[in-house]
């Protein structure tokens, strides 16, 4: 890309849930639509296999935006990478999450998205960092997951 740079935005968190609960709670439709837009609503579909689609619908008071990839790497419990695509970017990012225990019970999540034009990064990092709240509040909260 000429002219243009590429960044990577990186959010961590501690959940208090074991690694293959917070991994599945990537994966599920329900449960993924729960936490993966900072405006709270979204719309789902996952085929949690390797080259399965995925896409998210995140719905806005003014706008819907749809959010397109597929899984490029799912290891339970360990890491999943799918890539995205956005509306507004002309290629694909890519979206790494990692569970990495942390103490008695609980996982060290990060989010790496990388590939990113650095003029939207600022807003993906404000973005993955309310996601990740949001589950931390979610599991925190006893949603069941």
Do not use: K, N
């Amino acid at each position: 890309m000429t002219g243009d740079t590429l960044t990577t935005v990186r959010v961590e968190r501690v959940l208090a849930a074991p690694p293959q609960v917070v991994y599945d709670a990537w994966i599920d439709e329900d449960t993924l639509a729960e936490f993966i837009c900072p405006a709270g609503i979204a719309e789902v579909e996952v085929d949690a296999r390797v080259g399965g689609p995925l896409r998210i619908t995140m719905i806005f008071p003014d706008r819907r935006s749809v959010i397109e990839g597929e899984f490029l790497a799912l290891d339970r419990p360990e890491r999943i990478s799918f890539s995205w695509r956005a509306p507004s970017s002309s290629s694909d990012s890519v979206v790494t999450v990692t569970f990495a225990p942390h103490g008695a019970g609980a996982t060290l999540m990060t989010i790496v998205h990388s590939q990113l034009p650095v003029d939207v990064s600022g807003r993906y990092d404000s973005g993955w960092a309310v996601v990740a709240t949001q589950l931390v509040a979610a599991i925190d909260g006893g949603a069941g997951f």
